[in-house]
């Protein structure tokens, strides 16, 4: 059974720096999409960065390149996403999520929209002030 766990978020001050780990556990297929989205309340879960891991293709949010950086660890199935110079626009639940499936069902898919994904964290909150 697939999993995702998010953890390292909390509340800081402008100007501050987080760093979210996501545990991954459970997974059958390698993983064609990862990447992280935030959602703000009354607002669509939006993007942060995404990785097409077919080409190692990374693409970042315009609001947060520059200062968001996102990082894997294989050997320890996680990964990570470091968010330095924070604002108060950052302010959102942040979802850990992949995309996993036999080739004939995700060859040729997107990885850049919420809607792409099949597996999400629960979320860790991110509050700047």
């Known amino acids: 059974h697939v999993q995702l766990v998010e953890s390292g978020g909390g509340s800081v001050q402008a100007g501050g720096s987080l760093r979210l780990s996501c545990a991954q556990s459970?997974?059958?297929?390698?993983?064609?999409?990862m990447g992280w989205f935030r959602q703000a309340p009354g607002k669509e879960r939006e993007g942060v960065v995404t990785?097409?891991?077919?080409?190692?293709?990374?693409y970042y949010a315009d609001s947060v390149k520059g200062r968001f950086t996102i990082s894997q660890d294989n050997t320890k199935n996680a990964m990570y996403l470091q968010m330095n110079s924070l604002k108060p626009e950052d302010t959102a639940m942040y979802y850990c999520?992949?995309?996993?499936?036999?080739?004939?069902?995700?060859?040729?898919?997107?990885?850049?929209?919420?809607?792409?994904?099949?597996?999400w964290g629960q979320g860790t909150q991110v509050t700047v002030s």
């Open positions: 990785i097409f891991t077919g080409s190692g293709s990374t």
């Open positions: 459970g997974f059958t297929y390698s993983r064609y999409c």
């Open positions: 999520a992949a995309k996993a499936g036999p080739p004939w069902a995700v060859a040729g898919s997107p990885c850049g929209s919420a809607s792409d994904y099949n597996y």
